[in-house]
């Protein structure tokens, strides 16, 4: 139940495309819902995240569209560069034992081809 | 601002032996957040160190262990070393006041057990 379900596992996509990558949740008690984008041989980065009270946010060309009934979020990047080439990860987060415990999905490695 | 640090970057054990990773967080961070991640997986949570102290677990066994110092840097220890705990290994700082507890990644430690 605090899995967080992660697809596709690889995408491609032309440059200037959409990428789209999905995740699902069964725990209700997930309150914050980050992606993180991780370059070959570095960590994760936080890329954006969203409160389950908003539907949608924006930043650049990344966007996060969320579901709360469905219990499903997606990572939406327009107009993709071959710069975005990466593996990003969604995650989850809850509050447990006063501090807050992340659950990653499995990952989605991207490229974007020129 | 220097972000997260860890050391060493790669290192090379045998089955068997022990390994202690290093890691400093993120200025102004007060809490430490140690990950596995395998090849092709998302990260998976190890343990968390708050006040010099483990305040939450994952499922990993007593083999794996941590310790925090007064300047909040922090350690992890792997005992006994098996083939299955090569993996990159993650230290995630984040500071306790802030909302949900925005993790920051260091860019990992490659350990390698032949």
């Known amino acids: 139940q605090q899995q967080v379900k992660q697809s596709p596992q690889s995408l491609i996509v032309q440059k200037g495309g959409i990428s789209i990558i999905n995740c699902a949740y069964e725990?209700?008690?997930?309150?914050?819902f980050p992606w993180y984008q991780q370059f070959p041989g570095k960590g994760p980065a936080l890329l954006i995240a969203?409160?389950?009270?908003?539907s949608e946010k924006k930043e650049g060309r990344f966007t996060i569209s969320f579901n709360k009934s469905a219990k499903q979020f997606s990572l939406h990047i327009m107009d993709s560069q071959p710069g975005d080439s990466a593996t990003y990860f969604c995650?989850?987060?809850?509050?447990?034992?006063?501090?807050?415990?992340?659950?990653f999905g499995t990952g989605t490695r991207l490229k974007v081809l020129a | 601002d220097a972000g997260v640090t860890q050391s060493p970057t790669h290192l090379i054990k045998t089955r068997g032996q022990q390994v202690t990773l290093r890691c400093s967080p993120k200025?102004?961070?007060?809490?430490v957040s140690w990950y596995q991640q395998a090849l092709g997986q998302g990260p998976q949570f190890i343990f968390q160190?708050?006040?010099?102290?483990?305040?939450q677990r994952g499922n990993f066994p007593d083999r794996f262990s941590g310790h925090q110092f007064p300047n909040y840097s922090s350690e992890l220890n792997v005992n006994a070393l098996l083939l299955g705990d090569s993996a990159l290994y993650l230290c995630?700082?984040?500071?306790?006041?802030?909302?949900?507890?925005?993790?920051?990644f260091g860019s990992g430690t490659q350990l390698s057990v032949l």
């Open positions: 995630a700082s984040s500071f306790k006041g802030l909302a949900n507890e925005k993790l920051f």
């Open positions: 725990n209700t008690a997930f309150d914050y």
């Open positions: 969203i409160r389950p009270d908003v």
């Open positions: 995650a989850a987060t809850f509050l447990t034992s006063g501090t807050y415990k992340y659950i």
């Open positions: 200025s102004g961070h007060d809490t």
């Open positions: 160190y708050y006040e010099e102290e483990e305040r």
